[in-house]
Antibody
């Protein structure tokens, strides 16, 4: 059974940093691209970042380029998102998703709140 | 970036009805579109990939179609558990992009 478990969310002040983790199980992690998708309170889904199975290729939406860094450790079956220079508009539930034909499996999400 | 225009934003229907939701891509994406269902407080669930292929375990009352850059999700004989918000997503290119969502409500 595929499982994705996010962690690392919390309350952070504007300008602060946070690192999200997503631990995967139930599939060959290194074979699949992975994505982070977020959802601000009461809003729709926004794709944030993606990474190839090897980790060689990384992609970002414009609003997070230069501030967020996606990475993965295939030996630990774990996906990461380092978020720096956080802004109020980054407040959202962050989901990791296994990126096969879009996102076939999703985690339950972790809430990031950026507020003073 | 590829823009996905989804309509309608909301839709009211009754159990047993047939409904359709559409997404239009701003440029060609072949068949690389997925549909997702999201219920309040829950993670999205993949319903369909490659425009018209059902994910495992998804009921056959859900179907998808494509005509050029126009994609349609159709649900026949709505069930109570189908009332939710639906999103399309293109995965032809990065950045992946979602439609704005369609909230399907009980009439």
């Amino acid at each position: 059974e595929v499982q994705l478990l996010e962690s690392g969310g919390g309350l952070v002040q504007p300008g602060g940093s946070l690192r999200l983790s997503c631990t995967a199980s139930g599939f060959t992690f290194s074979t699949y691209a992975m994505s982070w998708v977020r959802q601000a309170p009461g809003k729709g889904l926004e794709w944030v970042s993606g990474i190839s199975g090897s980790g060689d290729n990384r992609y970002y939406t414009d609003s997070v380029k230069g501030r967020f860094t996606i990475s993965r450790d295939n030996s630990k079956n774990t996906l990461y998102m380092q978020m720096n220079s956080l802004r109020a508009e980054d407040t959202a539930v962050y989901y990791c998703a296994k990126d096969w034909n879009g996102g076939d499996y999703w985690g339950q999400g972790t809430l990031v709140t950026v507020s003073s | 970036d590829i823009q996905m225009t989804q309509s309608p934003p909301s839709l009211a229907a009754s159990v047993g009805d047939r409904v359709s939701i559409t997404c239009r891509a701003s440029q060609g994406i072949s068949i690389w579109l997925g549909w997702y269902q999201q219920k309040p407080g829950k993670a999205p669930k993949s319903l369909m990939y490659a425009a018209n292929s059902l994910q495992s375990g998804v009921p056959s009352r859900f179907s998808g179609s494509v005509s050029g850059t126009d994609f349609t999700l159709t649900i026949i004989s709505l069930q109570p558990e189908d009332f939710a918000t639906y999103y399309c997503q293109q995965y032809s290119a990065y950045p992946r992009t979602f439609g704005q969502g369609t909230r399907l409500e009980i009439k």
